[in-house]
Every structure is written in structure tokens, then in C-alpha cells.
């Protein structure tokens, strides 16, 4: 396995900043007419309970999704520890929302390995869902969303993105690294 120095991983930082800077702004400035829907993504997830999950089932539902990966040891974290802010904000005003993360990493991000990183991480509220789906289906999620990833040995490189959809399935707004307070933006 080959490493990469500081250097290498503040380039690969800058660079996962810059593209997610640049979706943002592309999902930002989209109109009510050409807005995201649920209902026009791709529909077929499995649970980290294996159940079958259809993404239009939580239509009438506040959503609150993004996308990371069980292994990841620097992102992700940061990612779930806003969206548990996130899901306190909301339980304050006494608001229900569905938190929804798809896995980056299908070939890897399994029921099992979900399963076990919401028990690890005390992520177990019903209204959490940890989704896999096919590698298609998680690439074109992630296109249409404007979540930008690769590959990169065995670690998924990614940005801290996180989109949230109305309770009639449309996105609403995209929360990336340059909005200070996630859960303000609710």
C-alpha cells in the first residue's frame, strides 16, 4: 500500500475543497423548475438492516442525506458529528427530520459494516438510515447531487457535502464546507 506525505494529502484537501466549492455552486443555482427530486434519483438502496429502501419512500419527510464511507477516519466523522447537531437543533424546535447516508463505497460499505458503524457511533435513531447501493446507482446519486469522490488505494477521497430535500422531495439547499453553522441553515 502506498502512502502520501503532508504535502500530498494538503493538495488532495485542497483539491476535494475546490470541487466541492464548485458543485455547491452548481446545485445552488439550479431554479424551482430544474430542482432535484427524490423521485429522480436512483431508487434502489439496501439498508443496513437489508431491507430493500426506495429514496421516494421518504417523501413526506424533511431528508437530510449525504454520502460517506464506514472506514473513513477523517470526513466522515466531522460529517456525522453536524448532522448529530443537526438532528438536536431540530429535536429542540420539535422538528422530525430523516437522516439518510449513502454509502461511497458499495463494494465495502455493506449492511454489516453499517450496522456496526451506527452502533459504534450511537447513530441508532429510527430516522437515521444507512443505504448501499450499486456502483451505477451510487455514482449517478452522487453526479446528480454534486457529491464529488474517487478512489484513491483503499480510501475513498471526498468533501463534507450534505443536501436537504423538503418533505415533497424537493432539494431545497446544499450544505458544503463553506456554510459555517449546518444546523442553522434548517
Not at 466541492?20 to 438492516?49: M, T
Not at 421516494?56 to 477516519?73: K, Q, S
Not at 448532522?83 to 454489516?112: C, K, M, T, W
Not at 469522490?149 to 446544499?174: C, E, N, P
Request: glycine residues 6%; proline residues 2%; hydrophobic residues 40%.
Amino acid at each position: 500500500m502506498r502512502t502520501i506525505g503532508r504535502a500530498g494529502r494538503n493538495l488532495v484537501a485542497v483539491a476535494a475543497l475546490v470541487a466541492a466549492v464548485i458543485c455547491w455552486a452548481a446545485v445552488g443555482s439550479a431554479s424551482a423548475s430544474d430542482a432535484v427530486r427524490l423521485q429522480q434519483l436512483p431508487g434502489h438502496w439496501r439498508s443496513d438492516e437489508g431491507r430493500d429502501v426506495e429514496l421516494t419512500g421518504f417523501e413526506g419527510h424533511r431528508v437530510v442525506l449525504t454520502m460517506a464511507y464506514a472506514t473513513c477516519h477523517r470526513i466522515c466523522p466531522l460529517t456525522m458529528t453536524a448532522l448529530q447537531s443537526i438532528q438536536e437543533r431540530l429535536d429542540r424546535r420539535g422538528e422530525a427530520a430523516d437522516f439518510v447516508i449513502v454509502g461511497y463505497d458499495p463494494a465495502n460499505d455493506d449492511a454489516a459494516a453499517w450496522h456496526q458503524y451506527r452502533k459504534v457511533r450511537h447513530l441508532t435513531r429510527s430516522n437515521w438510515h444507512f443505504l448501499t447501493g450499486s456502483s451505477d446507482a451510487t455514482a449517478e446519486l452522487a453526479r446528480q447531487l454534486g457529491f464529488d469522490f474517487w478512489k484513491y488505494d483503499d480510501h475513498v477521497m471526498h468533501d463534507s457535502r450534505v443536501v436537504v430535500f423538503d418533505s415533497h422531495g424537493i432539494l431545497q439547499t446544499a450544505l458544503g464546507p463553506d456554510t459555517r453553522d449546518w444546523s442553522k441553515a434548517l
